[in-house]
Nanobody
Framework: QVQLVESGGGLVQAGDSLRLSCAAS????????MGWFRQAPGKEREFVAA??????????AVYADSVKGRFTIVREGANAVNLRMNSLKPEDTAVYYC???????????????WGKGTLVTVSS
C-alpha cells in the first residue's frame, strides 16, 4: 500500500523555524516530483514547493512566491522530502500536505499520492 507520512508540524512563534519531513512507502518515487502543499483555514489548497530527484540529489526545486527565500525543500532520496521553514509567519499557519506525482500544478491536480497532512500553527 502506498503511503506518504508527514511529520514535524507543531505550534511555533512567529520568526521561528520548523522542519517538516515526508516519508513515502509502497513504491519508488524516484521518477516522481515530490513536494508540499498547504491549506489554511477558510482558504483553498495552495502550492508551496516541489522538487525532483536526479543524480543523487534534489533537483529542479520550485517555490511559491510567498515562501521563496524562507523555505527550502530538500529531496532526501527517492522516497523522502523535507521542507525547512525559516522566519515563519502567522500567514504560514496551515495543514501541510506532502504529495508526489508526475506533474506539478498550482492546485496539486497532477499529484497522484497524498499524505494526510501535518498541522503548522504560527502564533504572533
Amino acid at each position: 500500500q502506498v503511503q506518504l507520512v508527514e511529520s514535524g508540524g507543531g505550534l511555533v512563534q512567529a520568526g521561528d523555524s520548523l522542519r517538516l519531513s515526508c516519508a513515502a512507502s509502497g513504491r519508488t518515487f524516484r521518477t516522481y516530483a515530490m513536494g508540499w502543499f498547504r491549506q489554511a483555514p477558510g482558504k483553498e489548497r495552495e502550492f508551496v514547493a516541489a522538487t525532483t530527484w536526479s543524480s543523487g540529489s534534489s533537483y529542479n526545486a520550485v517555490y511559491a512566491d510567498s515562501v521563496k527565500g524562507r523555505f527550502t525543500i530538500v529531496r532526501e532520496g527517492a522516497n523522502a522530502v523535507n521542507l525547512r521553514m525559516n522566519s515563519l509567519k502567522p500567514e504560514d499557519t496551515a495543514v501541510y500536505y506532502c504529495a508526489a506525482g508526475v506533474a506539478v500544478t498550482p492546485t496539486g491536480s497532477g499529484m497522484d499520492y497524498w499524505g494526510k497532512g501535518t498541522l503548522v500553527t504560527v502564533s504572533s
